[in-house]
């Protein structure tokens, strides 16, 4: 699904599906690099970075091992209710590997620091600075956006809009 085939449902669009996509392939390619002889664990977040880690991965050209989290902090709302758990956790073990996550936070960083991984780093495709309340060291980021509620690209509002294949914010009338 594109823009066109929900327009009344967005307030505007902030990235094409290209633009998107090219910025994986940026991404891939610094991976690959960075991690060059290893094999990294990739760390999905579910649901949200379901779209992110099917076509980051495809798009390196080294091996990595993927797994995958599912943390509750939303709810149903635009906000974060503060409160984590988790829900899936992994079923690999990290000690002494090199983990990078994608789609972070901050519980979770620090949740798996206190596992033994060689090394933990953060990739996220949207990052808002100007919604920032904690502290999360980001070596990959995708696009700073707006702080808008944003949807598209794996990133919801009650469980709709994920494959949007545009990033769009969500027009007020939908969560009002």
Known sequence: MDASDIA????????????VRLR???????????????DPLMVGVLNGAM?????????MKSHCSIDWMAISSYGSGT???????????????????????VLPLSYLVQNLQSRGPAS?????????????TAAVAVKYVGFDIPNEFVVGYGLDYAGRYRN?????????????
């Open 120 to 132: 933990v780093e953060v990739l996220t495709m949207f990052r808002k600075p100007d919604a920032m």
């Open 8 to 19: 009344g449902d967005l307030a505007h669009v902030l990235l094409t599906e290209e633009q």
């Open 79 to 101: 906000k974060s209710s503060g409160v984590v758990r988790i829900l899936k956790d992994l079923t690999a073990d990290i000690n002494g590997r090199d983990v990078l996550i």
């Open 24 to 38: 994986v392939g940026e991404l891939a390619r610094q991976i690959d690099s960075n991690y060059a002889g290893r």
């Open 51 to 59: 779209m992110v880690m099917s076509d980051l991965t495809r798009a």
């Open 164 to 176: 949007l294949t545009d990033v769009a914010t969500l027009a007020p009338h939908i969560y009002t």
